[in-house]
């Protein structure tokens, strides 16, 4: 069975810092992709970042990039110069074979201004 | 385009009674999802199709959930009868499912905070 774990429940950081969000996860599988996803007090689910477990570089997207260690995993979002419209839950979440994603419980974070 | 539609936004219901959770996915998507989100479990796969047809409903809780798919641009999730522990937001999502074997995007729509008392 897939697991995904999130053991930060809240970060915070200062406005215009940097924070990491930690995920790690289980899969007896080769071929998976791992993604992070926002979702701000409106509710709606956002795809921030995607990783394709296959590529050994670690995706980015402008501010946001991720630390993909396979042997360890581990997956962990790296937020750059943080800005107040960051804060929000951040789920890590799995996804192989099947169209089944698999969500941590997620990471509550506040931005500091 | 519109991405992917939820009605209502929120329901406030009885325990008892039956609700009905709706769903247009965005339009040329053949896949569709049902999750749902609670404090205690987090955010889990109810019950997702593939062109109509249902392919895994293994995370539908019981008896008293249902889903359908009638067509391409409309799904339903049902819950008779409703019980408070049911209370949570219930998202719909679809993707376009075109590459057999890898990930195709699932678009979330904006769920539905379903209260049941």
Partial sequence: AQTVTQSQPEMSVQEAETVTLSCTYDTSESDYYLFWYKQPPSRQMILVIRQEAYKQQNATENRFSVNFQKAAKSFSLKISDSQLGDAAMYFCALIQGAQKLVFGQGTRLTINP | ?117
């Fill in chain 2, 1 to 117: 385009d519109a991405g992917v539609i939820q009605s209502p936004r929120h329901e406030v219901t009885e325990m008892g009674q039956e609700v009905t959770l709706r769903c247009k996915p965005i339009s040329g998507h053949n896949s569709l999802f049902w999750y749902r989100q609670t404090m205690m479990r987090g955010l889990e796969l109810l019950i997702y199709f593939n062109n109509n047809v249902p392919i895994d409903d293994s995370g539908m809780p019981e008896d008293r959930f249902s889903a359908k798919m009638p067509n391409a641009s409309f799904s339903t999730l049902k819950i008779q009868p409703s019980e408070p522990r049911d209370s949570a937001v219930y998202f719909c999502a679809s993707s376009p499912s075109k590459r057999r074997g890898l990930y195709n995007e699932q678009f979330f729509g904006p769920g539905t905070r379903l209260t049941v008392l």
